[in-house]
T-cell receptor, first 116, second 115 residues
Framework: AQTVTQSQPEMSVQEAETVTLSCTYDTSESDYYLFWYKQPPSRQMILVIRQEAYKQQNATENRFSVNFQKAAKSFSLKISDSQLGDAAMYFCAYRSLNTNAGKSTFGDGTTLTVKP | EAGVAQSPRYKIIEKRQSVAFWCNPISGHATLYWYQQILGQGPKLLIQ????????DSQLPKDRFSAERLKGVDSTLKIQPAKLEDSAVYLC?????????????FGEGSWLTVV
């Protein structure tokens, strides 16, 4: 079974600065997807960015980018020019392309605080 | 486009009582998921439907939890009898198809407190 580990329960960043959230995962599969979700206090999970394992190029979405290291099974999220609205819980998730496709395994999250 | 709708948003019940949550996915989405999120943890999949058939219910406590998706559209999740450890947010989500690349869209969740 796949596992996802987020080793930083809490992180803080000054507004306009850059922060990196860490995620590692364990799998024996070669093809899969990785995701970062944002969960504000309202609890609605919002997709931030996703990465296909077969792509070597790191995904980017505006101020959000990832550092995907397949061999190390590492998938970190970098938030540039942090804004107050970025404050939330961030979850890393893994989804297999093979068995139970569509079932996502989530880490336990990192709470991000943005200081004005 | 309307998102995933869930109700009720909040529910407080006593242990051993029953509760039901309702979910209406995004129109046209074949795959529907129910997740349980306990405070301080990530969501855990309880059950996944493809249309009105169950794809995965391996982590559903079947002695007390049940779910159905009649007609392949909206779904209900029932807990009977509830235990204290069932206190959690129950997230419904949907995606166009089951394949791994499809984006999963989440509802705002139903908060359950069992006292």
């Amino acid at each position: 079974a796949q596992t996802v580990t987020q080793s930083q329960p809490e992180m803080s960043v000054q507004e306009a600065e850059t922060v990196t959230l860490s995620c590692t995962y364990d799998t024996s599969e070669s093809d899969y997807y990785l995701f970062w979700y944002k969960q504000p206090p309202s609890r609605q999970m919002i997709l931030v960015i996703r990465q296909e394992a077969y792509k070597q190029q790191n995904a980017t979405e505006n101020r959000f980018s990832v550092n995907f290291q397949k061999a190390a099974k590492s998938f970190s999220l970098k938030i540039s020019d942090s804004q107050l609205g970025d404050a939330a819980m961030y979850f890393c998730a893994y989804r297999s392309l093979n068995t139970n496709a569509g079932k996502s395994t989530f880490g336990d999250g990192t709470t991000l605080t943005v200081k004005p | 486009e309307a998102g995933v709708a869930q109700s009720p948003r909040y529910k407080i019940i006593e242990k051993r009582q029953s509760v039901a949550f309702w979910c209406n996915p995004i129109s046209g989405h074949a795959t529907l998921y129910w997740y349980q999120q306990i405070l301080g943890q990530g969501p855990k999949l309880l059950i996944q439907f493809q249309n009105n058939g169950v794809v995965d219910d391996s982590q559903l406590p079947k002695d007390r939890f049940s779910a159905e998706r009649l007609k392949g559209v909206d779904s209900t999740l029932k807990i009977q009898p509830a235990k204290l450890e069932d206190s959690a947010v129950y997230l419904c989500a949907s995606s166009l198809r089951t394949s791994g690349g499809n984006t999963i869209y989440f509802g705002e969740g139903s908060w359950l407190t069992v006292v």
